[in-house]
């Protein structure tokens, strides 16, 4: 605590913080250059998002596999990331792990690891 007042004498004036446009801006994390391609998979995933806040799970589950496809061409690992837990997350609201992941390595996983726990 004792160096809380030192430290905050040397933050920056409020006054820097008076572009109103750039502060409600969504900031990029996935690139420092914007390209239209970019642009477009963050808006695809902002709908993903925006349908599954809205409850609307089938069509945002529509929406995250177009974006995660959009990402996976723009070259920006953390779009793409953001789009597969866009997807995951809706395909785990619409309870439909099993039928999308069911047959991979890591679901035979879950499987084993769910038949040992239920016994």
């Known amino acids: 605590m004792a160096g809380a007042v030192a430290s905050v004498g040397q933050l920056p004036s409020v006054e820097v913080c008076d572009d109103r446009h750039g502060l409600l801006r969504r900031a990029s994390l996935y690139a420092t250059v914007r390209t239209p391609e970019i642009e477009a998979a963050e808006r695809e995933v902002g709908e993903a998002q925006s349908a599954e806040r809205f409850g609307n799970y089938v069509r945002g589950k529509e929406l995250a596999r177009a ?42 996983d879950r499987r084993r690891g769910r038949s040992r726990w239920s016994r």
């Open 67 to 108: 974006a995660l496809e959009r990402a996976r061409g723009v070259g920006s690992p953390l779009l793409f990331a953001e789009a597969l837990h866009t997807l995951g997350t809706l395909t785990i609201r619409t309870g439909d792990v099993e039928e999308d992941h069911g047959s991979g390595p890591a679901s035979q």
